[in-house]
C-alpha cells in the first residue's frame, strides 16, 4: 500500500455499507474529513465570536483577521454588491483551505484531492452564478458574451470563445484545485519513498527536498483556497455588474 | 476505421464508466466512481452545515464584534478629544491666574517699597529738623561766645593793663584812660583778632 504513491488517494468504507435506493452514500474516510474540517472551522470560530472584548484574545484575532481577510477580498474583487455572498464564500474558503491543510498532517486524506468534491463545490458556483447573472440582468446577461469595441468581423469568432471560456468556467476551477493538491501529494509520498528506499546513506537528499515540499505543498494548500475564493468572487463580479 | 472505433470506445467507455475504471485499479482512485455519490452526498450536507450555522450563528457575531469595536474605538477617541480641549482650556485658565498673580505680587513689591521710602523719607526729615535744630543751637551758642569775648577780654587788657601800671610806675591809673585806648586798639584789629 505505501509503495504506490496513489493509494494515499483511496477513498474506503468506514462502517457499514449505507444504501439509499440506489446511491451508496456509506461513511468513508472523505466523510470524515469533510466532518473534521467542518467541526474544527466552527470550533474555531464559535470560540472566536463567543467573546466581544476590546482587545481580542488569540482566537477571535484569528476569527476576526479571517472575518476581514475574506471581506476586503470580497469587496475588493466584486464591490460592494457581493455583500449578501459573503457568508457562502467565507465557507467555501474556509472549507477548501482546511481540507487542504488537514491534508497536510501525514497519514490523513484530502478531501480537495478528488475531482468530484471539487467539481461539485465549482458546478455548484458555476450554476449559483450563472442563475444570479440571470436574475440581476435577464437575458441582458447573455451580452457576457459580447465583448465591446470588437470589430463585427471578429464578433463570430469571439462570442464562440466566449462561450466556451464560460462553459469551461467549472472545468478549469475544480481541475487547478484538484491537480495541485494531487500532484504535489503525490511528489511528497514520491520523495518519502526515496528516503526509503536510498536508506541511510543516499537518503538525506530526498528527505530535505521532502521537507522543503512541506514548506510548499502548505503554502499550495493556501494559495488554491485562497484562488478557488478569489476565481469564485471574479464569477460573481461578473454575474453582479457585467463590465464587459 | 481504427481511428473511429477507438473514438466510439471511449465514447461509449463514459456511458460505463464504472466498470472502465474499476478495471483498471491501479490508476487514479479518483477517478473510480465507486464512492462519488458517497462524497458528492457527504459534502452537500457538511458544506450546507456549515454554511448554514455560519451565516445564522457565528459570522453576524463576528461582525457585531467587529462593528461593536469600532464604535468604541471612536467612541473613546472622541472622549479623549474633549478631555485633551478640556485641558486645554484648563491650562489657559492656571496660565491667566500665574500671570494674575504674578502682577499681584508686583504690585505688593511696589507698595512695599513705596511705604518703606515713605517711612525712610518721614524719619529723615525729623532726624534732620533735630539735627538742623541742634546745629542751630549749638551756632546760637558759638555765636553768644563770640559775642560776648572781646568785652571779657577788653576788660582782661584792661585789668592786666591797669596792674601791669600800677607795677610800673606805682601809681593809680584812671580805668577809664585805659578802656578807651584798649577800645581804641580791639577796634583797630578786631578784624585781625577775630577773622570777622
Not at chain 1, 193 to 214: D, R
Not at chain 2, 110 to 116: G, I, L, S, V, Y
Request: hydrophobic share 50%; charged share 20%; with cysteine.
Amino acid at each position: 500500500m505505501a509503495a504506490n504513491p496513489m493509494s494515499q488517494f483511496d477513498v474506503y468504507r468506514i462502517g457499514p455499507e449505507i444504501k439509499v435506493g440506489a446511491f451508496d452514500i456509506s461513511f468513508t474516510n472523505a466523510s470524515l474529513f469533510m466532518i473534521l474540517s467542518t467541526v474544527s472551522i466552527l470550533l474555531i470560530f464559535n470560540l472566536g465570536s463567543r467573546k466581544n472584548s476590546i482587545l481580542p484574545n488569540k482566537i477571535q484575532l484569528l476569527a476576526e483577521l479571517s472575518y476581514t481577510f475574506v471581506s476586503k477580498m470580497i469587496s475588493d474583487t466584486a464591490g460592494s454588491k457581493a455583500k449578501p455572498y459573503f457568508a457562502f464564500i467565507f465557507s467555501l474558503f474556509m472549507f477548501v483551505l482546511f481540507c487542504n491543510m488537514f491534508g497536510m498532517i501525514p497519514y490523513t486524506f484530502t478531501v480537495t484531492s478528488h475531482i468530484i468534491v471539487t467539481f461539485v463545490l465549482a458546478a455548484f458556483i458555476f450554476i449559483g452564478v450563472t442563475v444570479i447573472g440571470f436574475i440581476k440582468h435577464g437575458f441582458g446577461y447573455l451580452k457576457l458574451f459580447v465583448p465591446s469595441g470588437v470589430p463585427a468581423v471578429l464578433l463570430p469568432l469571439i462570442v464562440v470563445i466566449e462561450i466556451i471560456s464560460y462553459l469551461s468556467r467549472p472545468i478549469s476551477l475544480s481541475v487547478r484545485l484538484f491537480a495541485n493538491m494531487m500532484a504535489g501529494h503525490t511528489m511528497m509520498k514520491v520523495f518519502g519513498g526515496f528516503v526509503i528506499s536510498l536508506g541511510v546513506v543516499g537518503g538525506w537528499l530526498p528527505l530535505s527536498f521532502s521537507v522543503a515540499l512541506t514548506g510548499l505543498e502548505i503554502l499550495v494548500a493556501f494559495l488554491q483556497a485562497y484562488v478557488f475564493a478569489i476565481l469564485t468572487c471574479i464569477y460573481l463580479n461578473d454575474a453582479l455588474n457585467l463590465h464587459h | 476505421m481504427v481511428k473511429k472505433i477507438y473514438f466510439q470506445s471511449i465514447f461509449f467507455s463514459f456511458f460505463f464508466i464504472k466498470e472502465t475504471f474499476a478495471a483498471e485499479s491501479g490508476g487514479m482512485p479518483q477517478l473510480n466512481p465507486e464512492f462519488w455519490v458517497s462524497q458528492i452526498f457527504w459534502l452537500i450536507l457538511t458544506f450546507g452545515i456549515m454554511y448554514l450555522v455560519l451565516s445564522k450563528l457565528i459570522l453576524p457575531k463576528i461582525s457585531n464584534n467587529l462593528e461593536s469595536r469600532k464604535s468604541q474605538i471612536l467612541e473613546n477617541i472622541e472622549a479623549a478629544e474633549k478631555q485633551r480641549e478640556d485641558s486645554d482650556v484648563k491650562l489657559k485658565e492656571y496660565d491667566e491666574i500665574i500671570s494674575k498673580s504674578k502682577l499681584e505680587a508686583n504690585s505688593i513689591f511696589n507698595q512695599a517699597r513705596e511705604k518703606a521710602l515713605k517711612d525712610i523719607s518721614a524719619k529723615k526729615e525729623v532726624l534732620d529738623k533735630q539735627i538742623d535744630n541742634e546745629i542751630s543751637e549749638a551756632e546760637k551758642e558759638i555765636y553768644a561766645l563770640r559775642n560776648n569775648a572781646p568785652d571779657k577780654i577788653n576788660k582782661i587788657a584792661i585789668e592786666t593793663s591797669s596792674e601791669l601800671l600800677q607795677k610800673l610806675i606805682g601809681a593809680e591809673v584812671n580805668n577809664s584812660s585805659i578802656s578807651a585806648i584798649v577800645d581804641d586798639l580791639s577796634k583797630r584789629n578786631g578784624d585781625k583778632y577775630y577773622g570777622n
